[in-house]
């Protein structure tokens, strides 16, 4: 069974680049027709889609957020980091790494301000 761990610094600071890391485990990020996404929802607000990275390694954006995020892939240790720049108070979430359409969600990592 595939499972996804989200790691992060828990705390952020004015204008810091904010990286967070999907570890995979029980199944290869390359597998045919996996697409791994980003998913934050902030205090009291719904779910927003950020990126995704395919099996492919092709790249997904968020218009909103696109000039700020990046997500990309490490196959040799099955991770997918996405990196958020210049982040703000409004950037406080729970963030999620999911496969979306195959069901897989992490657990979750906390970002504050």
């Known amino acids: 069974q595939v499972q996804l761990q989200e790691s992060g610094p828990g705390l952020v600071k004015p204008s810091q680049t904010l990286s967070l890391t999907c570890t995979v485990s029980?199944?290869?990020?390359?597998?045919?027709?996996?697409?791994w996404s980003w998913i934050r929802q902030p205090p009291g607000k719904g779910l927003e889609w950020m990126a995704r990275i395919a099996y492919s390694g092709n790249t997904y954006y968020n218009p909103s957020l696109k000039s700020r995020t990046s997500i990309f892939r490490d196959t040799s240790k099955n991770q997918i980091t996405l990196q958020l720049m210049y982040v703000t108070p409004e950037d406080t979430a729970v963030y999620y790494c999911?496969?979306?359409?195959?069901?897989?969600w992490g657990q979750g990592t906390q970002v504050k301000w």
């Open positions: 029980g199944g290869s990020i390359t597998t045919n027709d996996y697409y």
């Open positions: 999911t496969t979306l359409g195959k069901g897989y």
